[in-house]
């Protein structure tokens, strides 16, 4: 089997995938044309093309939250949010993944509450049928502080109410805004409840939040870039990283195109690789970057010499991150008779 083939029929498990930094173009098509049938105006038809970023513009880290401003357009009324939803779902699933946590920030828009976005998401997660297994996590947006409390209430109710379905709850947005000590006690808050947390942590140096972070022990964190001490970190909150064994969630293309990584061979995985920090590749933003979990895959095993047998077994070894712990046995027989049949 060539490598393109292995890692798009290795059954994956992807645990960083943001709804929508995921749309691909076909689905952003479709969601236009779905608008424009109801007589929704959007403005997105300038603007679909600007919806990627590459390694070789001139676009950082901080333009990506602006692109999803785009993808926000399209997925601002119930139905269209749905489409979104399942198309994405079924992409991650044709694309060889049996797994997923997909995750959103409930937002209001002119045509539902912040309630009915998450409840859009969470119903269409369960009543259409799908081969991969589709959890929900729910993201604090650090460029809305005041959200903090009602973003955690509305995860609180929903992981009550549907336990087997929102899993999480988890810190993103532009890295530069806003402190982590403001969402702690909220974050605790919805731990105490039963959420598992995963922050993106690392995404630039601050060895003061990152130390915070670490210290709060989340179930795993994504990036982790400026961590180790030749990419912006120190051996201090290093060493506090891989005594903590706190699983990494990676996005190589991610890091390399939004330049927070200058190439696919200067990324950290290897570091965390070398050293057996818990890491698990992922997306992020699989509509944004242009890429696939099994991409990633594909380019971890080029880049890093990762042997077909290894391969799968890192992906074997992201069934013990996963939030729904129930679920972890089901995936990892499937991974293991995929390693079986295949005598890797
Ligand atoms: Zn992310």
Redesign the pocket.
């Given at each position: 089997m060539n490598l393109d083939t292995l890692c798009r029929e290795m059954p994956k498990i992807e645990l960083?995938a943001?709804l929508n930094?995921s749309l691909s173009r076909s689905t952003m098509l479709s969601l236009q044309r779905y608008l424009a049938d109801l007589g929704i105006k959007d403005k997105t038809n300038v603007f679909i093309n600007e919806f990627q970023m590459s390694s070789g513009d001139s676009k950082t880290l901080l333009d990506a939250f602006s692109l999803f401003t785009i993808a926000h357009e399209l997925t601002s009324v119930p139905e269209s949010l749905a489409m979104a939803t399942d198309m994405t779902l079924r992409e991650f699933e044709e694309d060889g993944c049996c797994y997923i946590e997909l995750?959103s920030t409930p937002r209001q828009t002119p045509h539902m509450t912040h309630k009915q976005y998450l409840e859009t998401i969470v119903q269409t997660m369960r009543n259409e049928k799908f081969s991969i297994i589709p959890c929900l996590i729910i993201s604090i947006n650090r460029s809305s502080p005041n959200d903090v409390e009602m973003i955690t209430n509305l995860a609180i109710e929903y992981h009550r109410k549907y336990p087997d379905t929102v899993v999480g709850i988890e810190l993103?947005g532009n890295p530069a805004v806003g402190r982590f000590s403001h969402f702690l006690p909220s974050l605790t808050r919805a731990r105490e409840a039963g959420l598992k947390v995963t922050l993106?942590c690392g995404e630039i140096p601050n060895q003061q939040e990152i130390t915070e972070m670490l210290k709060f022990r989340p179930e795993r964190i994504?990036?982790g870039v400026c961590i180790h001490p030749n990419y912006g970190g120190n051996e201090e909150i290093w060493q506090l990283l891989c005594k903590s064994q706190i699983p990494v969630?990676l996005?190589l293309t991610?890091n390399v195109n939004t330049k927070s990584t200058p190439s696919y061979s200067a990324h950290h995985f290897k570091e965390l690789y070398n050293a057996n920090v818990p890491i698990v590749l992922?997306t992020?933003?699989k509509g944004i970057f242009a890429t696939s979990l099994s991409q990633e895959y594909r380019i971890c095993a080029e880049t890093f010499g990762i042997d077909p047998s290894k391969l799968v077994r890192l992906s074997l070894r992201a069934c013990d991150y996963i939030f729904s712990h129930d679920k972890k046995k089901t995936l990892s027989d499937r991974i293991l008779n995929f390693i079986n049949k295949n005598a890797l």
């Open positions: 960083h943001h930094g995750r993103s993106h994504g990036h969630e996005c991610s992922g992020d933003d």
